[in-house]
């Protein structure tokens, strides 16, 4: 066994990007550090999933911070800036994308309740000390949260968001867009 190289890293990974992007977007909700921002838009990339919509404070490139942890995605993934979150979700529905907050509220479910209805979904991800704006939680379709089993209330805004991505785009490949099988190597 031996570690793959760059160029053979992006080779063996583009026998499996579809067509177009998956039909996901994010919101980013007033997000505080600027390192999450730039972490989520790595994440971004990495799923495919169609674009970043950052909002309010949330920061923009070009950021010194944003860049350090985007590692270049900034480059890559389609996004943009809306001063208000609350503008930004009602343009989204607009355009058809189902809003789906990350929150636990006495009404949310866990996202693994998601299915092929929910898409294309918009997932609003909240300020990591207030999360998702009030305001927006009364727009969206549905709320979800992350299951946890320990003693600990809240995941990382940036871990939540890639957990949370990740499993969005596993289901849109299932009957959405199956996509290229991913080899037996990977279980």
Same mark, same amino acid.
């Given at each position: /066994?031996?570690k793959?190289?760059?160029?053979?890293?992006n080779?063996?990974?583009?026998?499996?990007r579809?067509?177009r992007?998956?039909?996901?977007?994010?919101?980013?909700?007033?997000?505080?550090?600027?390192?999450?921002?730039g972490? /989520?838009?790595r994440?971004?990339?990495?799923?495919?999933?169609?674009?970043?919509?950052?909002?309010g404070i949330? =920061?923009?490139p070009?950021?010194?911070e944003?860049e350090?942890t =985007?590692l270049g995605?900034?480059?890559?993934?389609p996004?943009?800036?809306?001063?208000?979150?609350v503008e930004?979700v009602q343009?989204?529905?607009?355009?058809?994308?189902?809003?789906v907050a /990350?929150e636990?509220?006495d009404e949310?479910?866990?996202?693994?309740?998601m299915?092929?209805?929910?898409?294309?979904?918009?997932?609003?991800?909240?300020?990591?000390?207030s999360?998702v704006?009030?305001r927006?939680?009364s727009?969206a379709?549905l709320?979800?949260e992350?299951?946890q089993?320990g003693?600990?209330e809240?995941?990382n805004?940036?871990?939540?968001?890639g957990i949370?991505?990740?499993?969005?785009?596993?289901?849109?490949?299932?009957?959405l867009?199956?996509?290229?099988?991913?080899?037996?190597a990977?279980?």
């Open positions: /066994m031996r793959l190289t760059h160029p053979e890293k080779a063996h990974w583009e026998r499996f579809p067509p992007r998956f039909p996901i977007a994010a919101v980013l909700d007033n997000i505080r550090s600027a390192y999450n921002v972490a /989520m838009f994440t971004a990339e990495c799923a495919y999933i169609s674009e970043l919509i950052l909002c949330t =920061a923009k070009p950021h010194k944003v350090k =985007a995605t900034t480059q890559l993934v996004w943009r800036y809306f001063p208000d979150t930004a343009a989204l529905k607009n355009e058809g994308w189902r809003i /990350m636990i509220t949310s479910v866990p996202i693994q309740k299915g092929p209805e929910h898409f294309p979904v918009a997932l609003v991800v909240g300020n990591e000390v999360g704006d009030d927006v939680l727009l379709d709320v979800v992350i299951p089993y003693q600990k809240s995941l805004v940036a871990v939540a968001f949370a991505v990740f499993f969005l785009v596993e289901k849109c490949r299932g009957p867009n199956p996509g290229p099988d991913i080899p037996a990977f279980p």
